[in-house]
């Protein structure tokens, strides 16, 4: 795959404008939503290889109801051939509470591929980011 298009959605946009930077000095296309329904709009737009959602955007939850929808849609909606796109979950919950999130523990009701912990560390989003463009 060649470029992927990686669709990064938070509705920070210092970590946005992190994320970016590190992703496309490893040649990855950046496209960027500020918010759940931003989002949805733009994987119409774009069709990306991959998503990076943000846990709590507008609300704390609106990044769950995303990626519910993505994966979850009827079968006549038009999210439903976009359910198969890798979906890497952005959670800052595991610093202020100590809570654990993993797709070993967590996958059955939490509808991500993986992951990744705020403060981002750019190594381990560039592992995760190859791991889930890999396998997906």
């Known amino acids: 795959m060649e470029n992927p298009k990686i669709l990064v959605v938070d509705d920070d946009p210092d970590?946005?404008?992190?994320?970016?930077i590190v992703l496309e000095a490893n040649s990855y296309q950046v496209?960027?939503?500020?918010?759940g329904p931003e989002c949805l709009n733009k994987i119409k737009e774009v069709d990306p290889d991959l998503i990076i959602l943000d846990v709590m955007m507008d609300t704390i939850t609106e990044g769950f109801q995303v990626s519910y929808q993505l994966?979850?849609?009827?079968?006549?909606?038009e999210y439903a051939k976009y359910a198969k796109i890798p979906i890497?979950?952005?959670t800052g919950i595991g610093e202020k509470t100590k809570m654990?999130?993993?797709p070993q523990t967590d996958g059955d009701y939490l509808p991500?591929?993986?992951f990744v912990e705020k403060p981002i560390q750019s190594q381990v989003?560039?592992?995760k980011v190859r791991k889930l463009l890999k396998n997906g």
Do not use: Q
């Not at 970590?15 to 970016?20: A, K, S």
């Not at 994966?71 to 909606?77: A, E, F, Q």
């Open 112 to 114: 991500v591929d993986d």
């Open 71 to 77: 994966r979850n849609p009827d079968p006549n909606s």
């Open 15 to 20: 970590i946005v404008e992190t994320m970016r």
């Open 100 to 102: 654990k999130f993993s």
């Open 88 to 90: 890497l979950m952005l």
């Open 125 to 127: 989003l560039l592992e």
């Open 31 to 35: 496209f960027t939503a500020g918010s």
